[in-house]
T-cell receptor, first 113, second 114 residues
Framework: AQSVTQLDSQVPVFEEAPVELRCNYS??????LFWYVQYPNQGLQLLLK??????LVKGINGFEAEFNKSQTSFHLRKPSVHISDTAEYFC???????????FGAGTRLFVKA | GAVVSQHPSRVICKSGTSVKIECRSL??????MFWYRQFPKQSLMLMAT?????????EQGVEKDKFLINHASLTLSTLTVTSAHPEDSSFYIC??????????FGQGTRLTVV
């Protein structure tokens, strides 16, 4: 079974500052890793994903994440955030066979002017 | 990428009635689909795995008689919330996967029981 831990429930940050949202996972099998963003009263939007290959993954809206197998981490980063990045961010893991997805508890990113 | 569509996107129903939510894979076939529930300000929790042509598999704590799942074809799974009550009000999301790729999510259905 897989599990996901998002270490920060809330991250306040000033506009144009860098941000890192932390995610650790556990699994006994190979996994795929994802970051999703959810704006209020909306569905999920995929930011980026790691399936295989390069451990540094670039996504939409200037976000990137690095898969670290030894640390079992998949932290999300953005060098300069905007007010519009304020949202809930979910880290997720799925196995590579059945694709059942397990979500972390979420991190609320709050960008201040 | 693959497209998964849910219908309706929003529904309001009276307490005691039943509501059906559809999840369709538009451009691929899916023998397995997943249903998730998200309460306000919480994460998404897996409710059940929908299996085409056989019974769904429910996660611990999910009432199978309350949340009826039917996966009658390779492109359609339905979730019926029976005898809905206000505590069933939530955001319901489904996912499906084309062969050997990751899961794609529907846009979700917001259920409000009044």
């Amino acid at each position: 079974a897989q599990s996901v831990t998002q270490l920060d429930s809330q991250v306040p940050v000033f506009e144009e500052a860098p941000v890192e949202l932390r995610c650790n996972y556990s699994s006994s099998v190979s996994v795929y890793l994802f970051w999703y963003v959810q704006y209020p009263n909306q569905g999920l939007q995929l930011l980026l994903k790691y399936l295989s290959g390069s451990t540094l993954v670039k996504g939409i809206n200037g976000f990137e994440a690095e898969f670290n197998k030894s640390q079992t981490s998949f932290h999300l980063r953005k060098p300069s955030v905007h007010i519009s990045d304020t949202a809930e961010y979910f880290c997720a893991v799925s196995d590579t066979g059945g694709f059942k997805t397990i979500f972390g508890a979420g991190t609320r990113l709050f960008v201040k002017a | 990428g693959a497209v998964v569509s849910q219908h309706p996107s929003r529904v309001i129903c009276k307490s005691g009635t039943s509501v059906k939510i559809e999840c369709r894979s538009l451009d691929f076939q899916a023998t397995t689909m997943f249903w998730y529930r998200q309460f306000p300000k919480q994460s998404l929790m897996l409710m059940a795995t929908s299996n085409e042509g056989s019974k769904a598999t429910y996660e611990q704590g999910v009432e199978k008689d309350k949340f009826l799942i039917n996966h009658a074809s390779l492109t359609l799974s339905t979730l019926t919330v029976t005898s809905a009550h206000p505590e069933d009000s939530s955001f319901y999301i489904c996912s499906a996967s084309p062969a050997n790729t990751e899961a794609f999510f529907g846009q979700g259905t917001r259920l409000t029981v009044v």
